[in-house]
């Protein structure tokens, strides 16, 4: 019988600005792609539903403050070149509030905003979200907890 499969899922954070600049931080000392930029993003805690996630991993990483229901979910990914599964979720968004900053100097240490056609070298999934950021249709996403059959 084949093992049922057990992904880590990350989610990643797109701030969209008024100019359509994109906010990305440089990822350091993580020992994955470490000098590459990258979203505010993180993994989903069990229990936690995505944009839930995604809102409070903005907040951890920048110090901005989104509602939940102000993100779309434009992209997902899977990565299988790691021991385990990723299964990113990708959303947007030009509504937050604050101005984000570094909160985990240990892990990213710099970010700003980019226009879309001077990128600095970003991750392998951050380039193929950032070519449909602007373009891509909204997927929804339905989430459900204690459901009753009864």
Known sequence: MPEIMKATVPVFIFLVDPDERVYLQRRYQTGYLDGFYEPPAGKMDVGEFPKNAAAR??????????????????????????????????????????????KEPEKCDHGGFFALDSLPNVTPQVRDGLARLLVAQSIEISTYDNINTA
């Open 57 to 102: 991993e903005l907040y951890e990483e920048t110090g901005a403050l989104i509602q939940p229901d102000d993100l779309e979910l434009f992209h997902a990914y899977m990565n299988t070149s790691n021991k385990r599964p990723w299964l990113g979720l990708m959303f947007r968004t030009r509504i937050w509030q604050g101005t984000p900053m570094i």
